[in-house]
């Protein structure tokens, strides 16, 4: 007799269905339904807790809920990288070093860390964001890729890719004899991409994490803290909204919108609780090219 199978409804992967209580590859409970609200975000499904994500020889297991631990268990053979600043405890028997980026000077000029950390198995290590949220697995098939909002990024097996790219949204502000240079997305993004093997990647959403797909030519708005993850295929531009009727003038910032426009093809994820992007309460000065303007 042919053994059953379980094939996923949001990483769409295909596993024995025995005894299966969430999703190997991607953590969702197994009985989940779609939540979807009538604006087309879909709810990403809280992984349990307990779950246990399957990679490689090893797995992570997905350790409470209201501020989850990542706990990985590897094997000789697998590894691991994170932000160094995530990491909550290990097994002597683990070995960590620095893993050196490239660009390293530039990342560290922007506020970045010089170099994120990697772990080699055998033996447990784990990872927190100390912060309440979700942990947001992404599983990575090969030649798949998505761009992460930074300082969201918690870790990524070793078949996973790094990279990094100038998110071009930016905006100048100048009080007096004084230019400030904004970048409400942060100066750079990360790529993360999985070539010949599957990877699997973790990142920390604040408050719940909701997903949605736009259809090639379809745009949105969305508040740029909140931004999470999106695919490669999106593309994005800053857009600033003046609400008619006010008396300002439009280069005032007091009364502007600042949002970043995503348009498809392609998946994008937000998370419910975002940052407060400080209002520079200048004049505006100058914008990156891809601004669009309402009025």
Known sequence: MAESTYTCRWCRMSTPAADLTSCPTCGAPVDVRDMVSRSGW??????PDMARLQFGSSYCQIEGAYVPVADFNLAAEDSVYFAHHVLLWREPGVNVSAMSLRGGWKRLFAGMPLVMTQAQGPGH???SRDAPGEVVPIPLQPGTAVDVREHLFVAATGQVGYDWFNTNVWFQTRDGDDTETHYPLGMFMDRFSAGQQPG?????AAGNAFVRGLAAGESILVKP???????TSVGMQLHMEHPSGTWRSWRSWGERYLWVRLHGPGRIAIQSAYDHF?????NLYRTSPATVWRW
């Open 278 to 282: 400080h209002d520079p309460g200048s």
């Open 42 to 47: 879909y709810e990403l499904p809280a992984v």
């Open 125 to 127: 290590i784990a990872f």
């Open 225 to 231: 803290t909140a931004l999470l993850f999106k695919d």
């Open 200 to 204: 699997l990647l973790l990142l920390h």
